[in-house]
């Protein structure tokens, strides 16, 4: 009888671990998607206001804010996992360098939207499509340069 039970909890702790595990994988796997249409709805946004404003009304710099923290969020966790962090490095220090490319890279389009929107003529389609083209670039970009996480040649 209590080798039964041990092996109940056995079973019951390697499951707690395997769905702990595929949440993990869950968030870091649908990070870039979520950074992705955040960052793409913020600088749109950004680009041609009307955007937020007409279905949300008051509400839409609330909306505007959590685009802009789901950014953050999303690529910090695709820097976090990228083959550029070393794998001896201590996790806070992963994070911090995770963080301060994620901020970075979002004022740094920002910034570039913010400039861009002034040569830009009044046209609210033409805005808008630069504002999600220039994110689309930007995401292939940083794609291009962080590669995969099971890529070969990983820097040690």
């Known amino acids: 009888m209590d080798q ?13 671990k395997s769905q702990s595990a595929g949440a993990c994988s869950l968030c870091f796997n649908n990070a870039p998607y979520v950074a992705a249409f955040s960052c793409g709805a913020f600088n ?10 007409r279905p ?18 999303g690529v910090g966790l695709c820097i976090y996992k990228s083959v550029h962090q070393r794998k001896d490095l201590e996790t806070y220090k992963k994070v911090l360098i995770s963080a301060t490319g994620s901020v970075l890279f979002n004022y740094g389009t920002l910034l ?5 929107k002034h040569y830009l003529p009044r046209s609210q389609i033409l805005r808008c499509l630069t ?7 930007m995401f292939w970009l940083g794609k291009e340069y ?3 996480p099971t890529d070969v040649n990983q820097v040690d």
């Open 4 to 16: 039964h039970a041990k092996g109940d909890a056995g079973i019951s702790e390697q499951r707690n």
């Open 146 to 148: 962080l590669g995969e």
């Open 56 to 73: 949300f009304g008051t509400k839409s710099s609330l909306v505007q804010n959590c685009c802009f923290t789901l950014a953050h969020v």
């Open 112 to 116: 570039l939207l913010a400039n861009v």
């Open 131 to 137: 504002g999600a083209g220039v994110v689309a670039y």
């Open 44 to 53: 749109t946004n950004l680009m041609s206001p009307l955007i937020l404003n």
